[in-house]
């Protein structure tokens, strides 16, 4: 066969191909036009069709039925295959419809809970968003947002340090054993992050300032690390409300320890965000200015 001819060669339409399924399956003319939301007479058009284009009958109405012929029976296994492939690439193109990819950071005390309430949300509400999530110390995330590999962060910082699209106070409490107290011991001893991490620098300060002595008893760089090691009677430290627990007492004014007020939370994104990251900021701002997280 040449070129030209092969270019003659006739196409089958899927839509015709569906009629004739859908009428082999139904083994009727008249169920499978109410199944394709048509008419008895259009079905019956699209089966002459594809009758017309093969040259044999395809189709022959029994005594209770409408049965295939030899050749229909031929033509309905490949209409199938055809059609199972034709889903098949509708799938794999709505997959690669998720074209667009938010990559987000958060402070470790802000995982779970709401957060991850809302952000389950909103992958729900915009499917074709590809939601990476990424938690740790706000320092790494800072370098991690200037490396250009986050577009929006969720940020803890003293404050004014970097600009936000929004920013609110970061209100943080000491907080001791409930089981095994520490904070009477001398020197007393500081459950902190590693050095450069939040709330150290201000931890050691504050305690000065009341003219304890003081240690570095535990260091970690998981808050899960610091909520234990406080617990387990290791020493005092100092975090967000969030982040304590039942196993912890909260220290305060009564034992002479200083307000800790420096610190913000910032939501930061670049000005030439894309939508979906704007909306995202949009979420985080909206349980923020409600006291959710």
Not at 197 to 222: C, K, P, Q, V
């Amino acid at each position: 066969m040449t070129a030209g001819a092969k270019s003659n060669t006739a196409l089958f339409d899927l839509d015709l191909l569906r009629a004739i399924v859908v009428v082999a399956d139904c083994g009727s003319f008249t169920t499978a036009a109410t199944r394709l939301h048509s008419t008895q007479s259009t079905i019956s058009q699209k089966v002459r069709r594809l009758e017309d284009m093969v040259g044999h009958r395809l189709l022959v109405r029994g005594n209770r039925d409408v049965l295939p012929t030899d050749a229909g029976q031929t033509l309905l296994g490949y209409a199938r295959h055809m059609l199972a492939l034709n889903d098949q690439m509708l799938e794999a193109l709505a997959g690669a419809m998720v074209g667009t990819t938010v990559r987000l950071g958060v402070p470790e005390d802000f995982v779970g809970g709401r957060t991850t309430n809302a952000l389950s949300a909103f992958s729900r509400q915009h499917p074709q968003v590809k939601l990476e999530v990424t938690s740790g110390l706000c320092r790494d995330l800072s370098q991690a947002y200037d490396n250009g590999e986050l577009d929006l962060m969720l940020l803890k910082q003293r404050r004014g340090t970097r600009e936000g699209i929004a920013s609110w106070p970061e209100r943080l409490q000491w907080i001791d054993s409930a089981r095994q107290p520490a904070f009477e011991l001398d020197p007393v001893p500081l459950v902190t992050f590693p050095p450069r991490g939040l709330y150290r620098e201000d931890m050691i300060n504050a305690i000065e300032s009341t003219g304890r002595r003081w240690r570095i008893s535990f260091t970690s760089s998981s808050l899960s690390g610091i909520q234990a090691a406080v617990a387990d009677g290791m020493g005092i430290s100092l975090l967000p409300p969030r982040a304590a627990t039942a196993d912890h007492q909260i220290l305060g004014a009564g034992q002479g320890l200083p307000a800790i007020d420096s610190y913000e939370i910032v939501i930061v994104h670049r000005s030439a965000a894309d939508a979906m990251v704007k909306a995202l900021a949009g979420v985080l701002q909206q349980l923020l200015a409600g006291g959710s997280l």
